[in-house]
Structure formats: C-alpha cells, structure tokens
C-alpha cells in the first residue's frame, strides 16, 4: 500500500536544510495529488529577542518581513512546478512546540518534512535541536531531509 500524504507541513528558517526539505516536498506534494496541501512554517522565535536590553517591536518586525519575501518566493516556486494548494503561516514563539504540535494539529498535517540540523553533537546537547524534538515527539510522521534532490548529502557553506 502506498502512504497518500494530503496536509505536508514543511518548517522553514532561512538555512540550505531548509530549503532543500522544501524541494523535495514540493516534489512529494506533486507525487501525491493536486489535492494536497503544502504548507509552509517560518516561526519567529521570540525567546532571541528577550536578552537584548534594546529590544523593540521594530526587530521583529524586521525578520517578519524577511520571512515573507523568502515565504513569497518559495509558494511562487510550489506554483510555478504545479501546485495550487500551497499557502504559509508565519508564528511567534517557540519553535519546538510549534512545528512538533500547534501547527500540525491546527492544519490536520499528516507529513512534516524538516531539514536536519546544523548542530553538532555538543550544541545539541547544550541548546537542543528542533529537528530531534520535532521526531521524538510530533503528532504525524516525520521525514528528516539529509539529502538533495539527487540524494547526496547537502554541502556544508560558509552561511551554514
């Protein structure tokens, strides 16, 4: 039997694991029908802003309108290679949470497609990783995307 994924959740946060977890949803989202749903999640985390002692409301509306053009121009990408059902949410607050449980339940997400993590093993174990909280513990499958669009592992580049 061949799983039929309608409602992909993809997290993305500017990184090349990121943007290659996108591609290749695209390409799933194509696979499984014109009914399926993408959608793409920037998540603001708020918590970085909260140790800068000149924090305002023009920071993060800063990185919300960054987020929109990068957002804008992946839902033209989705299009332009054949969806019609591609839509994105931009959220506030902690990650972790948001991509494992609140967005995936609010959209009846059956697929999460999320880039591996950058972190090596030490910042993992200091900081934590999105991805690994996102496998343990979300609400639908999740497919952690290591390779690109040819299945060889993702470059490393001096942004990452």
Known sequence: ?????????????????????????????????????????????TRAFQNISSFDTSMVEQVTETAKKTLDKYVEE?????????????????????????????????LIMIGATGLNAVERLLIGSVTEYVTRTAVCDVLVVRTDLENKPIKKTDNN
Request: no cysteine; net charge negative.
């Open 78 to 110: 989705a299009q332009a290679q054949g969806l019609t059902n591609v839509s994105y949410t931009i959220e506030y607050g902690a990650p972790k949470t948001i991509i494992a449980r609140d967005v995936p339940n609010e959209m009846k997400a059956d």
């Open 1 to 45: 039997m061949l799983q039929q994924y309608q409602h992909i959740l993809v997290p993305v946060d500017g990184s090349k694991e990121a943007e290659v977890a996108f591609k290749k949803a695209v390409a799933v989202a194509n696979r499984n029908g014109s009914e399926t749903e993408l959608r793409l999640l920037h998540v603001v985390d």
